[in-house]
């Protein structure tokens, strides 16, 4: 089992920016991929953000590319999210979760382990 907590939500104004954290505990060793996704009311679950575990492969949501920047510090077991230029459109609940597949995929159901998510709201 691989236990997952974000951090760093909050209220921000458009044009803000806000850092992400989701720290990694439990069978870390099965950890390969890590990726965050979103979801705001009433809309389907979305991939945001996806690193390999060589921290150079990373995959965007056209949405928020040239805006987020994922990373990883694996001595850590932690990925980040920095959010800058954001939008009201970035309001939902973000969640991290991690893959144990080399490649990075888009699709929720490749990932097997989500944390409880970290609510972000950028207001107009």
């Known amino acids: 089992q691989v236990q997952l907590v974000e951090s760093g939500g909050g209220l921000v104004q458009a044009g803000g920016s806000l850092r992400l954290s989701c720290a990694a505990s439990?069978?870390?060793?099965?950890?390969?991929?890590m990726g965050w996704f979103r979801q705001a009311p009433g809309k389907e679950r979305e991939f945001v953000a996806g690193i390999a575990w060589s921290r150079v492969l990373t995959v965007y949501a056209d949405s928020v590319k040239g805006r987020f920047t994922i990373s990883r510090d694996n001595a850590k077991n932690t990925v980040y999210l920095q959010m800058n230029s954001l939008k009201p459109e970035d309001t939902a609940m973000y969640y991290c979760?991690?893959?144990?597949?080399?490649?990075?995929?888009?699709?929720?159901?490749?990932?097997?382990?989500w944390g409880q998510g970290t609510q972000v709201t950028v207001s107009s």
């Open positions: 979760a991690t893959s144990s597949r080399s490649w990075i995929a888009q699709e929720g159901h490749e990932y097997a382990y």
């Open positions: 439990g069978r870390t060793l099965s950890i390969n991929t």
